[in-house]
């Protein structure tokens, strides 16, 4: 049990470090060496759990994947709108940016390594977007003449420059500069009587 307790902590310890790794100085860059130091285990510790680089990545992925499923909310809240379901997503997806670096790197590692068409975290993230807006569209809560494809080709724009920003700079993904961006797309996007029930900052606890 205490092998594989302490076997468990330094998978976990080599899958941060090389999402840091990773998330710095890109993929082809980064050294198994450096990620080994940051992690503070030898390189038999890391070809014990990881059998190279790229299989390394697959699991940050993997592992940055599970994080991005357990901000979008597949359920809509009792009383909350699509649409605010959707700005109240976005704020969690900032933070959560913020916060965890192996999310993070899941996404710009989806920009460096070959996937299949509709495996990538933006891949993911913008199907889930679609799905909400295509189910506010049906129920009204857009305005006339507003497709939902053209709010997916919108929010995609806004929430993807986020992330890529934000990985340099923490001020990009800020519940302000959120707040800032819906509230110049809403009056654009939602049906005037959804519009003055919606809250730019968001109305879920983050």
Known sequence: MVKQQRAARTREALIRSAAEIFGREGFSRASLTAICARAGVSAGA??????????????????????L??????????????VQLLVDTTHRLADALCRDV????????????????????????????????????????????????????TVMAATVGLEVLGAREAH??????????????????????????LDAGGTAPR
């Open 172 to 197: 990009w993904l800020s519940e302000g500069t959120v707040s800032r961006i819906w509230r110049v797309l809403l009056p654009s996007v939602a049906a005037d009587p959804l519009l003055a029930q």
């Open 102 to 153: 192996v999310l993070r790197t899941g996404f710009s590692l989806g920009c460096e390594l070959p996937h299949p068409a509709g495996t990538g975290l933006r891949d993911h993230w913008r199907d889930w977007v679609e799905q909400e807006l295509v189910q506010a569209e049906a129920k009204g809560e857009l305005r006339p003449g507003i497709a939902a494809q053209d709010v997916v080709t």
């Open 69 to 82: 499923l357990a901000v979008i909310r597949t359920e809509l809240p009792a009383g909350v709108s699509h």
């Open 46 to 67: 890391l070809h014990f759990h990881f059998e190279s680089k790229a299989a390394l990545a697959d699991v940050v992925e993997a592992e940055a994947l599970s994080r």
